[in-house]
């Protein structure tokens, strides 16, 4: 089991950026491939980001790519977003979530890829 906590959300203007982190418990977290996910208001959570466990493979969602920069240190036990050029389209709440498994493929850009979820963090980004 580990938990995971999300910070660094808050209001910011178009243009601007945010670093979010995830703290994440226990002994295991570079067993771990780490995800972000949002959720704006009246849609469905969408994938974001994801990296594998050593650092070596990132994925992004096309509207993000250039823009957000996923990375770990998994002697923090921690999953950093940071989000530059803001839009505000990019206003939702933000999850981070950790796979155990290792899923490959398409799956990894599906919530069912991942075991465990944060509570998430509010970004609102104000045009």
């Known amino acids: 089991q580990v938990q995971l906590v999300e910070s660094g959300g808050g209001l910011v203007q178009a243009g601007g950026s945010l670093r979010l982190s995830c703290a994440a418990s226990?002994?295991?977290?570079?067993?771990?491939?780490m995800g972000w996910f949002r959720q704006a208001l009246g849609k469905e959570r969408e994938f974001v980001s994801r990296?594998?466990?050593?650092?070596?493979?990132?994925y992004y969602e096309d509207s993000v790519k250039g823009r957000f920069t996923i990375s770990r240190d998994n002697a923090k036990n921690t999953v950093y977003l940071q989000m530059n050029s803001l839009k505000p389209e990019d206003t939702a709440v933000y999850y981070c979530?950790?796979?155990?498994?290792?899923?490959?493929?398409?799956?990894?850009?599906?919530?069912?890829?991942?075991?465990?979820w944060g509570q998430g963090t509010q970004v609102t980004v104000s045009s």
């Open positions: 990296i594998s466990r050593s650092d070596t493979r990132t």
């Open positions: 226990g002994r295991t977290f570079s067993s771990y491939a």
């Open positions: 979530a950790a796979d155990r498994t290792y899923y490959s493929g398409s799956l990894i850009y599906t919530e069912g890829a991942y075991d465990y």
